[in-house]
């Protein structure tokens, strides 16, 4: 418990110092929020030109599509908002002998790397998303119980613990590879499918979706559960949270493993 308390006061003071670290450049940072706004609302804007042009896809109507890409772009923000320097493992840290910082210091190196990045541009893809949800939802007929609100707040908070898990495996293969970049953002990337009822892919990509990278478990299961039925929403949050615990693990056992194998050679 004690080391509970030191890691939550630990976090505190290294997000208070990533946050005076951003509000030094106020502009840049207002224009990070505002650019990742435009970004994911021309890209829906594009998704809705296509959409238009035919009356549903899978039986989804044009408010469909939008809740569900509204909803996936939820646990993704939690997750760029808090975690985003795993990108730094992957593309450059690892490469450049730069993880030392984070080993002479008493305190968890995963911990350190995580903690002493925030990223507001985040917020432009929550206030996206919210939008849509509200917008979109007003349109459309919801199944609203306990057990699928319960369902949509689990998948948004352990779905972005997923999408931190993967981040996370994946940057860890740089300790062996020197740099793991692509592999980070092709695995990450693939997320963009679940913005898509998961019904209309191959059994392959679905199989991949739910199991292999469960962006679709997260966020096309659960829209698709609160907007058609079809599957147990109690089931559903349970194996959510068993992937989210058991990815998450593995991500960490990775990375352990991978500093036992860390060179400080700058190469």
Known sequence: MKRLKRYIKLYKTYLERAIKSRLEYKKDAIIGIISFLITNVTSF????????????????TMYELGFLYGFSMIPRA????????LWYI??????????DRFLIRPVNSLFQVIAEVFQPEAIGE???????????????????SFANVVLLIVASLFGAAIFTAIKLIT????????????????????????KYPIKIYH????????FILPFGLVISIPIEVVLRG????????????FVASILSLLGYSIWNMGLKRYESSGS
């Open 45 to 60: 804007a594009s998704l809705m030109f296509i959409v238009q042009s035919i009356p549903s896809l899978n039986g989804w």
């Open 78 to 85: 939690i997750d760029h908002l808090l975690t985003d320097s």
């Open 90 to 99: 992957g593309y450059w840290y690892v490469k450049n002998g730069l993880i």
């Open 126 to 144: 929550a206030i996206v998303g919210v939008a849509l949800l509200v917008m979109c939802g007003s349109k459309i007929s919801i199944h609203w």
């Open 171 to 194: 940057c860890s293969i740089a300790f062996w590879t020197k740099r793991s970049g692509q592999l980070m953002s092709t695995a990450y990337n693939f997320a963009d499918f679940s």
């Open 203 to 210: 059994p392959v990509i679905k199989f991949i979706m739910t």
């Open 230 to 241: 079809g599957y147990n929403a109690v089931v559903i949050s349970i194996a959510i949270i």
